[in-house]
Each structure stands twice: as structure tokens, then as C-alpha cells.
């Protein structure tokens, strides 16, 4: 055992430093690199990702995790232990799925999102249908491939993403919504939206000015920038590799200034979640956050729950105008607030308000359900999209493009993804709720304390990096269980 433990920690300490330079060099090209660069960049990347995957697949780094695995018992640090199960159930697939069936796989979803891409540029579902029923069928295989005694099916896909959330714990969640949320919605979103839309959204808002409105949120967040710092990318993201090095983006469109101020919140959630990871982390496969639904909880908190809080307005507001004074006269606080936080029927997921968003991601719930357990063809996908947007939403698609192919995910084999998104503003709110029972948030907000909340959730959520569980994390937070009334009230409250 001592052998395999060391085998185990030198290749880590290998593959962190190989994924160290890979990550700097994707930041790079996503925020500095020149156009020009990127042959000679992709050419060097290749050589580094098949060294990475001699490392990563060298057989004794593997027999010494088998071992470890088989005598998981006698391992007596708990976060070691969870890092031996994490990287085994990670090795599960390469394992259990024939090799041919995998790699094909692998490139037909690589060539997926080029598919789906001219698919939807050419408004044609015909053109993605052949290629997302094959990456149906093969996940239909996949599962069966992986099932275990204790998870069958479409389980075992929602388990990569969200461990310990299968069919039966999202059932009961989007249940929940659909009861409670959906007749909600479809009263609130009844009629057209309101005026202030065109005084707000008409105007130009200088992409300087919004610049140094962003910098001026980062204090306000106490955002470390001694540890991160800011640039601008097509797509906003958070890119991190320790708790001592994460960088997050934004970006500015001088029509839509509000995009870029919850963008830059957005991420700024993410990034000081795993900022605030325990430093011991940092060294192991443990860093970062435990799921893609606790890190969505943290960054919707931080742009919704806080970024648009009439508390937090009436505090920073005023630097608003201070900008944009010609663009901002004669629009008060809760004109501006109205409008942050307006509600409507919508067709595009992405651009989906706080209040309808998870309704999107309720229907591409089911539709996976029902593709993954057979009850759904491929080719019937499409009506049913817009059926079920109609019942959810409110509104039915006229069109593919703002329909079935509005994302990404499914064409690059990506099935089980969608719920997270939903789950992290549920958990959000729960979340919350226990966290003004210790301090009072609005009140730390209103007097620009901000830091004070960054402290309570690195106690309680942050700090644990990957050592917990998603149901553990919500556990150690609010001394329950996750319970999706929490954010039905929270909506209901606030929009009502
Ligand atoms: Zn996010």
C-alpha cells in the first residue's frame, strides 16, 4: 500500500503540472493570443496532451488505484480516500465500454458540435437528427455498460454531474415546480412587457465606462486580485487551477450594459467559491467545487440573491449614474430594479430571467428522460420541444433554431448536464435562507460588507473544496435536506 499511495501522489503531482501548462495555455488563447497563433499553439498542445495521457495512463498509476480502491477500508484520511474513489469511478468507463465503441464515440462527439452548429445556422433539424441519434443510442449503451445494483438508466448519466441526484430526487424538484411555479409564472408573464425596456435597452452605455464599473464591483466583492484578476472573452467563464491562481471574464456590448455587470458577478461567484477552497486542496484532484450544482448555486447567489437586490442597488446605484449620466437621468433605483429583474415568456434558455429559467431547463429534463428510457424518438423530439415549452413557458417556438437546437450540450454527447443548472439556484435559495439565520445578508449587503457573506459561505460551503458530497455540502450549510420549497418561496416572494 505504501508503494501504490507514493505511485499515486508523484503521477498526481505529474498530471497537475501538465494540466497547469494546458490551462495557461487555453486561458491564453481565449483571452490574449493573437489570432495568428493559433497553429503553432495547437501543434505544441497536442504534443503536451499526449504526454498527458501517457501520464494518465500509465499502467501502474492504474493497478496502484485499483489497489488502493480494493482496500478503501484501510485508508485512514478521509479526503485521500475520497480522491481514490472519485479517480476509480472516473477509470469505471475506459473499464467497462469496449474500446472500438468508445473511441467512436469520442469522435462522433467532437463532430457533433460542427453538425449541430450548421444545423442550426440553417434552421434544420434533419441535418443534426442522424448524429444525435446515434449519440442517443450510444449513451442508452453506456448505461447499461455502467449499471450497478444501486443505479439503472438515465441515473447514471445525472450522476456524473450531480453525485447522488438521480430520476426519483429531480422528480420530486421539478414537480415541485411544476405545481407551484408553473400557474405562478403564467399569471406574472401575463400581457406585454413594460415600457422602461426601450429607455434602458435603447441607449448606448460606452464599453469604457462599463469597464471600470466591473473593476468597481470587484472591490465591492472583495474579489482577490491577488489571486485573479479580469479580461474579456467572446463567452464570459471562470478558469481556475488553485485556490491561489483563479481568473474569471466578462464581456461588454455598449447596447446591453446589463449583461456585462451580472456577468461579471456570475463568475465572480464561481471564482471566490474556489478561491475560498482549504489550500490543502491545492496539491490534490480535490480543488475546485464538488459539482457543477453547488458551484451554480454559488455563482447565482451571487449575481441574483445579491447582484440584484434592491439593498445592493440602493448602495452602488448612485456610481451607476455617476458613469452614465446622460444614459441613466430621469431613471430612479426601482426603475432600474424593475428592470434587472423583469419577468417574461421566453423562447432562449440563455437569456431567460431568474424567475423562468428553470421551467427551460425542466423540459430538456424530461425530454432526456424520456430519450434516455426509450419512450422519446429522436425524430418526434422537436414537436415535443414545443409542446413542452408551451405548457412550461408560456410560449411556443416557431422556429428549430430558437427551439430544439437552441444549445450546445446534446450534440457533444453532453445528456444529464441540464438539471445542474436548475438544482444550483435551488440550492441557492436554501442556502441563503440558512445563512440570514447566522448574519443579517441584507444588512451586510447594505452597508458594503460583502466580505462578510464571502466568510460565511467559505465556512460553510467553500472551504470543503471536493471533499464532500453535494448532499453532504448541503447538509454541513443548512442542517437539512434539500428541500426545493425554499426557492419556489424566494421566487414567489420576490417577483410576486
Ligand atoms: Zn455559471
Partial sequence: MENDIKVFQET????????????????????????????????????????????????????????????????????????????????????????????????????????WAEAKEKDNFELFRPTLEKIVEFNRKLVKYLETDELKGYDILLDFYEEGFGIKEYDLFFNTLKTELVPFVMQITEGKPKSYNRKLSKQAFPVDKQREFSHYLMDVFSYDKNHGLLKESAHPFTSGVSSTDTRITTHYHADNFASSIFSTIHEMGHAIYEMQNDLKYDDTFLHGGTSLGIHESQSRMYENMIGR???????????????????????????????????????????????????????????????????????????????????????????????????????????????????????????????????????????????????????????????????????????????????VDYLKRKFR
Avoid at 474500446?99 to 462527439?109: H, K, P, R
Avoid at 421551467?359 to 430519450?371: A, N, P
Fill in 12 to 115: 498526481r503531482a505529474k498530471i497537475k503540472a501538465y494540466g497547469y501548462f494546458t490551462w495557461l495555455m487555453g486561458w491564453d488563447q481565449e483571452t490574449e493570443a493573437p489570432k495568428g497563433s493559433v497553429e503553432y499553439r495547437t501543434k505544441q498542445y497536442q504534443i503536451m496532451a499526449t504526454e498527458m495521457y501517457k501520464v494518465e495512463s500509465d499502467p501502474l498509476y492504474l493497478e496502484a488505484i485499483e489497489r488502493l480502491h480494493q482496500h478503501l477500508d484501510d485508508i485512514t484520511d478521509p479526503d485521500f480516500k475520497t480522491e481514490i474513489k472519485n479517480t476509480y469511478k472516473g477509470l469505471r468507463i475506459i473499464k467497462l465500454v469496449p474500446m472500438n465503441e468508445y473511441i467512436d464515440y469520442q469522435v462522433l462527439a467532437s463532430q457533433g458540435s460542427h453538425i
Fill in 309 to 487: 437586490s434592491k439593498a445592493f442597488w440602493d448602495l452602488h446605484y448612485p456610481k451607476l449614474v455617476k458613469l452614465f449620466p446622460r444614459q441613466l437621468r430621469n431613471i430612479e433605483v426601482d426603475e432600474f430594479l424593475a428592470y434587472i429583474n423583469q419577468a417574461k415568456r421566453s423562447l432562449i434558455r440563455i437569456e431567460a430571467d431568474e424567475l423562468t429559467y428553470a421551467l427551460h431547463v425542466m423540459v430538456r429534463y424530461e425530454l432526456e428522460k424520456q430519450l434516455i428510457n426509450g419512450t422519446l424518438k429522436v425524430k418526434d423530439l422537436p414537436r415535443q420541444w414545443n409542446q413542452l415549452m408551451k405548457a412550461y413557458v408560456g410560449k411556443r417556438p416557431r422556429t428549430d433554431r430558437e427551439g430544439v437546437l437552441q444549445d450546445i450540450h446534446w450534440s457533444g454527447g453532453a445528456i444529464g448536464y441540464f438539471p445542474t443548472y436548475a438544482l444550483g439556484s435551488a440550492y441557492a435559495a436554501q442556502m441563503y435562507q440558512a445563512m440570514d439565520k447566522e448574519i443579517n445578508v441584507e444588512k451586510e449587503i447594505a452597508e458594503n460588507n460583502i466580505k462578510a457573506i464571502n466568510l460565511w459561505l467559505k465556512e460553510h460551503v467553500h472551504k470543503f473544496a471536493g471533499s464532500k458530497t453535494p448532499k453532504e455540502i448541503l447538509q454541513i450549510c443548512t442542517k437539512e435536506e434539500f428541500n426545493p420549497m425554499y426557492y
